[in-house]
Nanobody, 122 residues
Framework: VQLQASGGGLVQAGGSLRLSCVDS????????VGWFRQAPGKEREFVAT????????TYADSVKGRFTISRDNAKNTVYLQVNSLKPEDTAVYYC????????????????WGQGTLVTVSS
């Protein structure tokens, strides 16, 4: 597994971005994938996870209704559509993989990608 996250940037409050996480080694299609984020001066926190086939998704309460996680296994890519952004969403966003079909915020992922920075201005 080798993860590459992209899609971050500077956006005004209320705006949207689509983050992408690509597995360049094409090995995560049978695994759960998740997004986490770390704001300046804060601990990393869970954002969302998606099961191996996209059938099960979970979200942190703080992003429910605004963020959508999805995947395209043919493209070895997981997406995080982030809408209605707020300044408090400013963080480095990381994708991660569990070596299982389903991931959980209670268990640590096995692989991490580098982050992509999302900055939301008020």
């Amino acid at each position: 597994v080798q993860l590459q996250a992209s899609g971050g940037g500077l956006v005004q409050a209320g705006g949207s971005l689509r983050l992408s996480c690509v597995d360049s080694k094409r090995t995560f299609r049978n695994n759960a994938v998740g997004w986490f984020r770390q704001a300046p001066g804060k601990e990393r926190e869970f954002v969302a996870t998606i099961s191996w086939n996209g059938g099960t998704t979970t979200y942190a309460d703080s992003v429910k209704g605004r963020f959508t996680i999805s995947r395209d296994n043919a493209k070895n890519t997981v997406y995080l559509q982030v809408n209605s952004l707020k300044p408090e969403d400013t963080a480095v966003y990381y994708c991660a993989v569990w070596l299982s079909s389903y991931g959980s915020r209670q268990t640590s992922p096995h692989y991490w990608g580098q982050g992509t920075l999302v900055t939301v201005s008020s």
